[in-house]
């Protein structure tokens, strides 16, 4: 069964995180890198205000530091 993921806050696609397995992303310039867990279904950020947003649509998630969640990837974190 496919399952299609939409980003809740800008409304696309959400892709297949080839740096993390299970994991989704989103980086819309309108909202940053967004990380979604498809294990548990929660969704992982860096900024404060995203998440207080996600919060309101009734998204669990976790506000991380940059560095230790996304490591030395190459991701433009700005």
């Not at 989103?26 to 860096?46: E, I, K, Q």
Request: aromatic letters at 12%; glycine letters at 8%; a negative charge.
């Amino acid at each position: 069964m496919w399952v299609e993921f939409k980003c809740p806050l800008c409304g696309k696609d959400l892709d297949d995180d080839k740096t993390m397995a299970n994991f989704l992303v989103c980086s819309d310039a309108s909202h940053g890198l967004l990380r979604f867990f498809t294990g548990d279904g929660c969704y992982f950020t860096t900024d404060q205000k995203v998440a207080e947003d996600l919060m309101k649509r009734g998204k669990r998630v976790h506000v991380v530091d940059p560095k230790e969640f996304f490591g030395n990837q190459t991701v433009n974190l700005e």
